[in-house]
């Protein structure tokens, strides 16, 4: 039996995309599902309102990885812009530069509290926490109780929702990786001072300056979409995943995909790969996998974007602030100008973006737009970047499933979903953030991809694609440092079983 595809991609994120078009490159025939009825790339969108546009969270193109920044200057190789990294903390009515300034910090936080800072961390290192399990607890080895509650607590609470007593320390070492009060001071010492690093290299949390497309992310994800296409490669806009199931006679997979007006289409492929929510993905499979409660157990974090249009000539630098302020529900405001001139087309004009961490469904999420932009007037007032009477437009953008969420277990669920999954379709390839459950930046779940594309052309599980983003040699050196890491026997591949190439 001939399939219609020979590989199938459910999602049109960076994941999926930088598969597609590697495949296609590689002369192989790919069909691009997506859910989204107008736009490709996923978390990483761009969002066009009456001309103004707006990322989703904000996603800075900043890599180790020289595979991932060669693919990004191979899809767009004319239209990125430098940009200085430029954000605050507010924090007690007053701004923090993030990464900090020495000075700035201990004047706002006043010679007692610093001292007490100081003090609290000495603690933490005469008496850590021994094999530290929760958020808090990693972070109160790190850099002391008191910061902790000064800068971590507030804002780790809004973005999860959940007490930081909840939250895994994993999330904590993956998103802090390389950072603790010790480095922090000696980098916002060299901040205050004006001196450079020697070695000219900087803790990822700490970069100075980074790439971002002149026109915002979806640029990017757009000129992937043309390429896959002009290779043959086909995009489905506005196709749901509803079922998905094996053939292991012929080694065929099935899919059912429904539209948002209820229309129905069923596609054949030897392959599938995956970026979709690995809940989503193991609800679609038939027969239902056994592992499918542990999949259902897993949760996710939403958010949703209030863009206020203000008609002013305020201005500040930042790129974004976060707001750890307890008095506001919002937890981080995007400065769009700062993040490239042309997303706003009108001079004399100004976009925002309010970013608010909900659960889909919750009280934020169900609230009205209209209500949604008053909240959002009223903290921007109490907040003091602009003020809300020049507010001459708005509009709310909901985004499901941002942020797979490292609550106590999460592990050891995902653990079993994939020991299934893994020995029971070899030829089921799992991807990006949602799709492997882990809270990957964009490069991250790029390389998952391009790693998953060599295994699916050599016929089998070289890489563990799983590994990207916790292995230094996976998650920062790219596709190199992978095959040093298998050659050393640092990582062992784990062949569940051929894939057919």
Not at 30 to 35: D, N
Not at 424 to 430: A, C, G, N, R, S
Not at 439 to 450: E, L, V
Request: aromatic share 10%; hydrophobic share 45%; glycine share 8%.
């Amino acid at each position: 039996m001939r399939p219609d595809t020979d590989i199938l991609i459910v999602g049109a994120g960076p994941a999926g995309l930088t598969a597609g078009y590697l495949l296609a490159k590689a002369g192989r025939d790919v069909l691009v599902a997506e859910r989204d009825p107008r736009y490709v790339g996923g978390i990483s969108r761009t969002v066009d309102y009456k001309g103004f546009l707006f990322d989703i969270g904000g996603h800075r193109f900043f890599s180790k990885s020289r595979e991932v920044v060669a693919l990004w200057d191979e899809l767009l190789p004319d239209d990125f812009v430098e940009r200085p990294r430029l954000s605050r903390i507010f924090y007690g009515g007053k701004f923090y530069a993030y990464p900090l300034k020495a000075f700035e910090a201990l004047r706002n936080l006043g010679l007692l509290t610093s001292t007490a800072c100081i003090a609290s961390y000495a603690l933490a290192k005469l008496r850590p926490v021994a094999a530290p399990r929760t958020f808090h607890e990693w972070v109160r080895n790190n850099f002391g109780e008191r910061l902790f509650s000064i800068f971590f607590k507030t804002y780790t609470e809004k973005v999860w929702g959940l007490s930081c007593d909840e939250i895994s320390a994993d999330w904590a070492a993956q998103r802090i990786k390389g950072l603790d009060l010790f480095s922090a001071v000696i980098d916002g010492l060299r901040r205050s001072l004006k001196l450079k690093r020697r070695d000219g290299t900087a803790t990822k949390t700490l970069i100075e300056s980074f790439r971002y497309p002149r026109r915002g992310p979806g640029m990017m994800w757009e000129a992937a979409a043309a390429k896959i296409a002009a290779r043959g490669g086909r995009i489905a806009m506005d196709r749901s995943l509803d079922t998905l199931a094996w053939d292991a006679g012929t080694g065929l997979w099935t899919a059912v995909f429904v539209s948002g007006a209820g229309e129905r289409s069923t596609v054949t492929a030897r392959h599938v790969v995956s970026s979709a929510a690995i809940h989503d993905l193991v609800d679609a499979l038939r027969p239902a996998p056994i592992s499918k409660l542990h999949a259902r157990a897993l949760r996710y974090r939403d958010f949703l974007t209030v863009a206020l249009i203000a008609r002013t000539e305020r201005d500040f630098p930042d790129n974004w602030v976060y707001i750890h302020d307890p008095a506001v529900h919002v937890g981080r405001v995007q400065n769009f100008r700062s993040w490239s001139p042309e997303l706003i087309p009108e001079l004399g004009h100004t976009c925002l973006g309010l970013e608010y961490f909900c659960f889909e469904g919750d009280g934020f999420w169900a609230a009205t737009d209209a209500d949604l932009v008053a909240l959002a007037k009223r903290e921007i007032d109490h907040i003091g970047l602009i003020s809300s009477a020049d507010v001459v437009d708005a509009c709310v953008v909901r985004q499901p499933k941002a942020y797979p969420v490292y609550d106590e277990g999460y592990a050891d669920k995902v653990a079993t979903v994939r020991l299934e999954l893994e020995r029971d379709y070899p030829t089921l390839h799992m991807v990006g953030r949602n799709g492997l459950h882990k809270y990957n930046n964009q490069d991250h779940a790029m390389m998952t991809a391009m790693l998953t594309v060599e295994n699916i052309l050599a016929g089998e599980r070289k890489f563990d694609v799983w590994q990207v983003n916790e292995d230094a040699e996976y998650g920062e050196s790219g596709h190199a440092g992978a095959r040093e890491a298998l050659k050393s026997e640092r990582l062992v591949p784990r062949r569940v079983g051929a894939a057919a190439a």
